[in-house]
Every structure is written in C-alpha cells, then in structure tokens.
C-alpha cells in the first residue's frame, strides 16, 4: 500500500478511537437520570476515562518503539472493541465505569499512529503529515459528541457504543491493510523502555516545558467539556441530547488550526505560534463565559477556544518529535501522559466546581490554566532561552 492510503488511513482510524472516549460526554444528563445518580457521578466516570487513557500513555504507547507497531496497534483496538461491548451492555453505573477504563486504557492505540505518521513523513513534510493526522483525530472528538447526540436521540446510549465498536473494528482493518510493517527502533527490555521515557524528561528541557504548556492547555480543554453538556440542557437553554452534541461543531474550527500549526512547525514557528495559542484560548474564555446566558457567546468561544487549544497541542507535537526521531514513541508517552493529567484534573475540577459554583466557576477555573501556560511561555521568551527550538 501507498504512503497515502496509510496516511490517509491513520487520518480515519484516530478519529473513530478517540472518538471512543468522548461519546459519553453529552450523554451526561442521560446517564445520570438512567442509572439515577447525581451529576458528580457521571463526571467521575469521565475523569476515570481520561486518567485510564493517561495510565495507556505512560505503560503502553512506549511500546511503539519496541515492538511492531501495526501488530501492537490492531492488537490494542481489539481489546477496545471488547471494552466497548462491555459499555453497551452494563446494567449497572460501576461496571459501565470499568468497561470505560478498559477502553479509555487501550484507545492509546491513535498515539502510538501519531509518531508513527512522523516516522512515515517525507522529508521536509513531518509537521504537514502528522497534522493531517491530529486533524482526523481533532474531528473525530467533535463528530463523537454529535453522533452520540443523535444516536442516543434515536435509539438510546448504548446503541451509541455499538456503533463505536463497529467503527473501531472498521478501522483496525482498515490499519492492518494499510500500515508498513517497520522494524522495531529498540530492542530495549521493557523496564528500561520506561525508564528511558524518565531520562528523556530529565535531559530534555524542550520536553519538560511542552509537557507542561501542553497540560495546562488540555486542562482547559476538560474543564470546558466536562460541563457545557451540563449548562446546555439545563435552563434557560433545555437542549435536547442530539442539539447538544451538534452545538460541539462550533469547535470544528480546532482541525483547521492543527493544519496551520503544522505548516509554522515546517517553517520552525512553533514557538511563537505557542504563545498566541495560549493567549487566544485564555481570551476565548470572555465569550464562554458569556455562554451562561447567550448561545451565539458561546458558540463564538468554543471557535476561538478550539483553534487556540488545537493549534498549541500541534506546535508541542511537531517540536517534540524533532527531539529524538528514533524514540517518538516515548517522547510521545511523555507529552501524552501529562497532556491527559492535565485534561483529567481540569475535568475533575470542573466536575465539583459546576456543582458549587455554577459555570462562572467553571469559566474561572478553564481560564486559569491556558493563563498559566502562557506566563510560562512568555518567561521562556524572555529568557531567550534554547526552547525556541
């Protein structure tokens, strides 16, 4: 198969496996009526999804670098498949959550595709192809709350999960036919596979700083999405489950910016392209917060908030990987680990923050973080310091 079958490839099957650990998000008032618990619970159950994922990152996707990855790719979205059965079929909220753990678990698959696009790259062209990549990872995210939305409307939540299993098992086909079979770039054992993920982070400084820029934007990130399904189907708006997940194309605007930050990455932007990431997602917090009582507010920060959000992600990427190429994988675990810590205590706090204090307190909280991140970064600027690479 060509490069462009398996890029193209990859594209679809980041999409469909990310899109696994979002469907549950506007169905929140749904599965809190049905399984009869407060609102904090099913918030809880999607704080556990991203820490699995987090969990995934640091103990799975290292082994990108040491075994093969097409194997080790369709191998994962196996047991996905399996967990997603396992969603669909739950009778009670505790297994839902374990069948969500092992999903949120193995769904690492699409970031072991990330690096893998960057090792398949022509010359001159990583940033081009890893951010058509993300792209279909990025749309993915927001078709999943829209699916889910309208499948739900149509033939309830767990229909919304068969689908994603089906979806999921398209997709590992689609990979096994398409991806090179590449040797190994380790023969490290396991053990020290994860140490050296340690070492990386130690040694590189340019790691350490995108780790924690990049945390402090998908923070943000969690934040918002863990409660705007909340806010939308609650008074003055009352929106159905399928409005509330068309509302989340608004946020379509994010792929976009992902292919405009891979070609700054190309042109060696990335640096000050993070900086006006940052900014634009702290500023995009404004109408956000103006989306308590005005749905055009909102609508309008959920596009500058996902161009911000996506466009910082795809600069820390693209620099990464730059690093070490023959240890992508790992920088990746890295990067990952602390980018999905960071969505979880964002999601975690948004979660008891919409509980008390309502979606002012959410708004609050979400602009702290990308404020955070862009303090960091305009100290690094003024430092004049090598993380300008």
């Not at 951010?131 to 999943?144: K, P």
């Not at 918002?224 to 399904?229: C, E, N």
Request: hydrophobic content about 55%; charged content about 10%; glycine content about 12%.
């Amino acid at each position: 198969m060509s490069r462009t079958s398996a890029v193209a490839a990859m594209t679809f099957a980041t999409g469909a496996i990310i899109a696994n650990n979002y469907y549950a998000q506007p169905l929140e008032a749904e599965l809190s009526a049905h399984f009869g618990v407060p609102s904090s619970a099913i918030g809880a159950v999607l704080t556990l999804i991203q820490l699995s994922y987090a969990l995934g990152l640091a103990t799975l996707v290292p082994l990108g670098d040491l075994l093969e990855r097409r194997r080790l790719v369709v191998t994962l979205l196996g047991v996905t498949v399996l967990g997603l059965v396992g969603v669909a079929l739950s009778p009670t909220l505790p297994l839902l959550a374990a069948a969500a753990g092992v999903v949120g678990l193995t769904t690492v698959a699409a970031q072991i595709l990330v690096p893998f696009a960057a090792t398949i790259a022509r010359p001159g062209e990583q940033g081009k192809t890893v951010s058509t990549v993300m792209s279909g990872l990025l749309i993915g995210i927001l078709v999943s709350r829209v699916v889910a939305g309208v499948v739900a409307e149509l033939v309830g939540w767990r229909g919304v999960f068969v689908l994603g299993a089906v979806l999921t098992a398209v997709s590992a086909l689609a990979l096994w036919r398409t991806l090179p079979v590449l040797e190994p770039a380790t023969d490290l054992r396991y053990p020290k596979l994860l140490g050296s993920v340690l070492t990386l982070i130690r040694e590189e400084p340019v790691l350490r700083f995108r780790m924690a820029v990049g945390a402090c934007g998908y923070a943000s990130f969690g934040a918002l999405w863990t409660s705007v399904g909340f806010l939308l189907a609650a008074p003055p708006f009352g929106l159905s489950q399928a409005r509330i997940g068309l509302f989340a194309l608004f946020g379509v605007a994010g792929a976009l910016a992902a292919r405009f930050a891979g070609r700054l990455a190309d042109r060696g932007k990335a640096f000050p392209a993070t900086g006006a990431f940052l900014a634009l997602v702290a500023l995009s917090w404004i109408p956000l917060g103006l989306g308590a009582v005005s749905l055009v507010a909102l609508a309008i920060g959920l596009v500058l908030f996902d161009l911000g959000v996506q466009g910082s992600h795809i600069s820390n990427q693209n620099t990464i990987y730059a690093l070490h190429p023959e240890a992508r994988s790992r920088l990746n675990t890295a990067y990952m680990t602390s980018y999905f810590l960071g969505g979880a205590l964002g999601s975690g706090l948004s979660s008891a923050v919409y509980a008390s204090h309502g979606w002012l307190g959410v708004s609050i909280v979400g602009a702290a973080f990308p404020t955070l991140g862009f303090l960091l970064w305009a100290g690094a600027a003024r430092r004049q310091s090598r993380l300008r690479v």
